[in-house]
Nanobody
Framework: QDQLVESGGGLVQAGGSLRLSCAASKSLFSINSMGWYRRAPGKQRELVATVVSDGSTNYADSVKGRFTISRDNAKNTVYLQMNNLKPEDTGVYYC?????????????WGQGTQVTVSS
């Protein structure tokens, strides 16, 4: 059973915008951290942005001022609004959700959604 469903990737020109969404299963309770990571071609996966349960956010320096992460707790959904996209933002974007349940901690990853920014 897929715990996370991602959407919103695609092809965009430099300077354009995209919005990614990641809906977590309604069966997941006590979600603490929700975030986005990316893997650029030939590189390791890196953090893009995270938001925790109190609303605090953390961003990679390379996306500060351009990307905004938000979450809708009622929908168990996290969003990533990406503006002023650059070719170096190209990669596969992965959603991550972590928290704890009565059986213990959990940490789920989405399948990834491709973002391609053309110059």
């Amino acid at each position: 059973q897929d715990q996370l469903v991602e959407s919103g990737g695609g092809l965009v020109q430099a300077g354009g915008s995209l919005r990614l969404s990641c809906a977590a299963s309604k069966s997941l309770f006590s979600i603490n951290s929700m975030g986005w990571y990316r893997r650029a071609p030939g590189k390791q996966r890196e953090l893009v942005a995270t938001v925790v349960s109190d609303g605090s956010t953390n961003y990679a320096d390379s996306v500060k001022g351009r990307f905004t992460i938000s979450r809708d707790n009622a929908k168990n959904t996290v969003y990533l609004q990406m503006n002023n996209l650059k070719p170096e933002d190209t990669g596969v974007y992965y959603c991550n959700v972590a928290g704890s349940s009565w059986v213990g901690p959990y940490d789920y990853w989405g399948q990834g959604t491709q973002v391609t920014v053309s110059s």
